[in-house]
């Protein structure tokens, strides 16, 4: 049992409150994603996990035990660090063997480690290499494997793919998915990318400005943002926001466009309205559709669909078209939000209504 538990944490830098209070419970074997915009505290969170940095006020909890005030050495864990370090004189197989032998871990224990976690990562063919021969990538893929040999109850990853090209970001996500099916240790992984976020773990927890805003599956946090700003920031191309107020059933949005609600809200409300690309359509036709017309400025063909930018009286949005629309800049052309898969949110408080 290795879960991990953040009691009311706070964190301060002098006068600075970074990390706000938050209360997180990462379950045994669980793939938790901590994601948010730069500066958000993420780092900051799993560095207090892992021991580099004191708590202000609060507790951390791993397999049941206070560690709060423990040293890193006598915590379950081993981490990956945003900025890595490498031993530069030292081999890829004596990096890796490193943690290990300090430990006192047999030879031919650590050797089966080494080798098993080379295989998973591609590593092997790059052993008897030294730092200085990798590339960028090949290093960071060097500094996932040191940690993974260690077979801690928790490991903790601090945007371990950031140096990798796309490509190669693609197959390590997949890889550490597989790997995490695998080994069944508990993993805390921070990230900005929301496709990393969306696309790895088992929860995802969003953070802004040192709180935690929401926590859920990918699809939980998709298809009910909590917040605006979880809304906008989970999903590509972003949900598109209007202003309006609850007026005659519907919403009045900007440019007088006036759009049917499949629920009732009370009058006088002022509302943003919240509609993913892929909810708004060139054809009529849904049962809970809104028209609202619009004129095309910028088409963005992706090979299986298109993204379309138009600006309407209410504000210009993007829509998700299919691969050839048969459309060009300058058409005026009638779009259908799905209002029964839009979202409300409060202006003031921005929460989901
Ligand atoms: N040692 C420090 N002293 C003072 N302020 C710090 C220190 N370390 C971090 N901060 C501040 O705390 C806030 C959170 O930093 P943190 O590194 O946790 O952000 P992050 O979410 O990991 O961001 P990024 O995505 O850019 O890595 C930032 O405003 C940062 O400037
Ligand atoms: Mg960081």
Redesign the pocket.
Known sequence: MADVVLDKVV?K??E?E??AGIDLTVRDREFCILV????????????MIAGL?DVTAGDIRIAGETVTFKPPRDRDIAMVF?SYALYPHMTVRKNLAFALELRRVPKAEINKRISEVAEIIGLTPLLDRKPRQLSGGQRQRVAVGAALVRQSGVLLF??PLSNLDAKLRVHMRVELKRLHQQIKSTMVY?T?DQVEAMTMGDRIVI?NA?KIIQVGSAMEVYERPATRFVAGFIGTPPMNFFEGEIRNGGIALGGDVQVALPRAVEAGRKVTLGVRPEHISLHAGKPHAAKVPSTVEVLEPLGNRTIVTARSPAGVLQIEAEANPGLKPGDAIELWFDMSRAHLFDQASECAL
Request: glycine content about 20%; some cysteine; overall charge neutral.
């Open positions: 964190k830098f002098g600075t970074v990390v948010g915009p730069s500066g958000c505290g993420k780092t900051t969170t799993l560095r940095e945003q601090d945007e921070v900005h953070m040192g």
